[in-house]
Each structure stands twice: as structure tokens, then as C-alpha cells.
């Protein structure tokens, strides 16, 4: 594959520049998706396959979609995080964006150990508000989030994947207690205290 001749010599950046070329300008959609599938991901790389995700193709945004489960969310910007995540999931082709909210779903598991709050700290969410709502809400869909209690019952037959939000969120406020009263004293002590992305969880 000529992507293999890619590397850091003068030549090596000369097939890059080609190569690139060839994957923002060639008309058969089949060309270019093998070569996005093989295109390495570096500086250089990174902008133009997150690029792929406008492509008037949707089979191509699809295959970007899916090369970008290879590799960690923490590559990407805060910037790049935010527009990636928004442009997957209002794709406009139903399977461009299902693809999206596997990759979300993928990140969660992969980079954050399944804790939605530690993905929302990768973004800033008082700046990209929009796309962390649409993150979470994507999440939640696909049943993402689940507690490891929630996730047991589940196991059982005994709840709904979808309840593990509930779940997560009456975890984080045990410390109320037990009464309504205690819950909602508990509520606004916590209100205070939360950060950005643990109000959007709210």
C-alpha cells in the first residue's frame, strides 16, 4: 500500500501530500475510503480525516466514523471533541449517526472507564454546552450509562438498561439521606458544589 512508503523523509511527506490529495479530490468513493482506512493517524492526518466527517458521501462519513474508534478521544482538541461529536450524531443519514453513537459509546468505555462525568470532563462544557447535551443524551439512548448496580439488574431481568442514569444519579447523592427532605438538603449541598460537567448531568 503506498501509505506504507509514508514517514518523516522528504519523500515520505511528498506521498503524504499525494495521498491526501487523492483522498480530498478523487471522485470514486471507494478509492477514497480505502485510502482514509489506511491513512496513518498523525498531526498532519488528524485535521483532514476529521474533515471526512462533512463529506457529501455518507458511506465515507461512516468509515471516518468508524477509524476514529481506533484511536483515543484524547488525540482530538477539546474543539476538534466538541465538533466531531456534533456533527456524528445530527448526521442526516440514520446510519452515519448510529455509527456516531457507537463511537461515543466506545470512547466512554475505552478512555473513561464507562463514567459519563469523566467524558464530560474532555469537553468544556460551559463553552460547548451543545454538544455536551447532545453527548449525553446520545449516552443515554444507547443505554451507555449504567452503574455497576444498575448493570447487575439488568443482568437479572429485573430493571431496564436505560434506568442505570437514575441509578448514577441517586448514587451521587446518598450522602442526603434517606428522607425527602434529607434528599433535597442533600441536592442543594451538592448544587453548590458541583462543577460544570457534573451540572450537566443534572
Known amino acids: 500500500c503506498t501509505c506504507q512508503l509514508i514517514d518523516d523523509s522528504q519523500e515520505g ?17 471507494d478509492v477514497r475510503i480505502a485510502v482514509l482506512q ?5 498531526d498532519a492526518t ?15 462519513r461512516k468509515a471516518v466514523i468508524q477509524r476514529l474508534q481506533s484511536i483515543s478521544i484524547r488525540l482530538l482538541s477539546i474543539k476538534q471533541r466538541a465538533e466531531v461529536i456534533q456533527h456524528v450524531l445530527l448526521d442526516q443519514d440514520s446510519t452515519v449517526a448510529e455509527a456516531g ?5 466506545h470512547w466512554l468505555q ?5 463514567d459519563p462525568l469523566k467524558m464530560l470532563q474532555l469537553l468544556d462544557v460551559e463553552t460547548y454546552a451543545d454538544a455536551a447535551a447532545l453527548l449525553i443524551e446520545s449516552l ?12 447487575a439488574a439488568v443482568a437479572a431481568g429485573r430493571t431496564t438498561a436505560s ?18 427532605a434529607g434528599g ?6 451538592l448544587g453548590r458544589l458541583l462543577q460544570p460537567h457534573e451540572a450537566l448531568m443534572w
Do not use: M, W
Open 46 to 60: 488528524l485535521p483532514v480525516l476529521l474533515e471526512c466527517t462533512h463529506d457529501d458521501n455518507p458511506l465515507l
Open 101 to 105: 453513537a457507537e463511537l461515543l459509546a
Open 110 to 114: 475505552q478512555d473513561c472507564k464507562g
Open 13 to 29: 511527506q511528498a506521498v503524504l501530500e499525494g495521498v491526501i490529495e487523492l483522498l480530498q479530490t478523487d471522485k470514486g468513493k
Open 184 to 189: 433535597l438538603v442533600g441536592l442543594c449541598r
Open 163 to 180: 434506568q442505570g442514569v437514575i441509578s448514577y444519579v441517586e448514587a451521587a447523592t446518598n450522602s442526603g439521606g434517606g428522607s425527602t
Open 38 to 42: 489506511s491513512l496513518p493517524f498523525n
Open 140 to 151: 443515554i439512548k444507547t443505554d451507555s450509562i449504567c452503574s455497576q448496580t444498575a448493570g
